[in-house]
């Protein structure tokens, strides 16, 4: 062979190489995500009304979680999550450890919640529901998370590929053997804001 | 008989005496009670106020009836040594567990880093605050303390009525504002 047509050979070659390796990275496979919990990319929050008068908020400060996501499959996903439910804060020393008391989260007896996903059905536009069953307070109950994906893609920093999704649920209190707090404040808005990082 | 004799407490000690465990009887009845209460009751947030207002003061007054014992005779113990013994050493726990309880009501309310509102009269900063679990460790310390504390009175009463009935002596009466000694 002569030089030009081994030239255009080599070419080719690293042509192939580099366009199944970029294929293989962007095809979207299915992965695992774990919580970005070392960044603190991902948030449990809740908000429940104040005598009917006023929004109240307040976040679970650990938790941990993985997701399978395949942007090409999306009825594919599916999430598990683990809560430190005595890890709660609504910014009020007082309030906190009488949230924590028996009449609402018991968290000497039931220390730990978990969400299991068992179905995620895409609904187009970035929305979905996920499915699964919320072991709370020793209730274990299937709920419906409505999902919204955020965005992904890689961070300027470094290997991984980054995903995030907002899903928001109102649970009733009365449900998980909580006492009401009242007319207009039967239920607790869940918002769980998380970023995944693919392992 | 303002100040303490060998024989007798004066007037000051006694006073502080019987305020101090009117006060401590009546905040363990209502720790109790207010923890119970229902967050739409009328006194949700008046008995939490008034629980940790009281105490603060205690605590004030705690430190000025230490300080007045140390600079007056103590009246002699009366009973057997191995009761004087034990008298000693049950008043010496009445007084820490007095201090400890009323430690760990300030951090409990504290933990956030707020001030205790005194009878919107003062405000006692926090210090120690932003602990892990801060709030949960000092209830549960207050929470024992308290019923150890309430168990110790129950035996120091009846060892004051023991001396008054049994042994006849004037240890009762001398802590009392009836004329005795
Ligand atoms: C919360 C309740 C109470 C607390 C915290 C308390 C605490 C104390 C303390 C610390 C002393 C030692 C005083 C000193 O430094 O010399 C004392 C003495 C005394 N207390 Fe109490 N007390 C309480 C209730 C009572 C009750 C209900 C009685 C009687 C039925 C009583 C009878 C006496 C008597 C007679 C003395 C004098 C003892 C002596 O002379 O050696 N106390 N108390
Ligand atoms: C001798 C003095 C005191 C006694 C005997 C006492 C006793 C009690 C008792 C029995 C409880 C109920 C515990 C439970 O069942 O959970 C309680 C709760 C409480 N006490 Fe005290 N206390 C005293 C002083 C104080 C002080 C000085 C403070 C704060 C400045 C305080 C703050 C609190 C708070 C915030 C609670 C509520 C804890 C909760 O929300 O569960 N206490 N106290």
Redesign the pocket.
Known sequence: MNTYAKKALRTLITGLALSTALLTTNSAMAREYQFDIKGAHAFIQFQIKHLGFSWLSGRFNKFDGTFNWDAANPNASSVNVEIDVASLDSMHA?RD??LR?EDYLNVDKYPQATFTSTSYTDQGDGKGLLKGNLNLRGVTKEIAIDVEFIGAGKSPWGAGLHAGFRGTVALKLEDFGMRSMGPGAEHVYMTLDVEGISK | MIKNSEHSYGLVAKLMHWLMAL???G??????Y??ELDYYDRLYRTL?HI??S???L??AVLIGRLLWRRFNPQPKPQGSPAERRIAHWVHMALYLL?VA??V???L??TADGRA?EVFNWFE?PATLADIDGQEDIA?DI??WL??T??ALVALHALAALKHHFIDKDNTLKRMTFFKGE
Do not use: N, Q, R
Not at chain 2, 27 to 32: D, I, T, W
């Open positions: 007082e450890k009488h008391g | 006060a401590v009887i905040l363990f009845a209502l720790g109790l207010m923890v939490p629980h940790k009281i105490g603060i205690l605590f007095m309880i009323m760990s009501g300030y409990i309310s205790i006692v209830g207050h929470e308290a019923w504390l309430i």
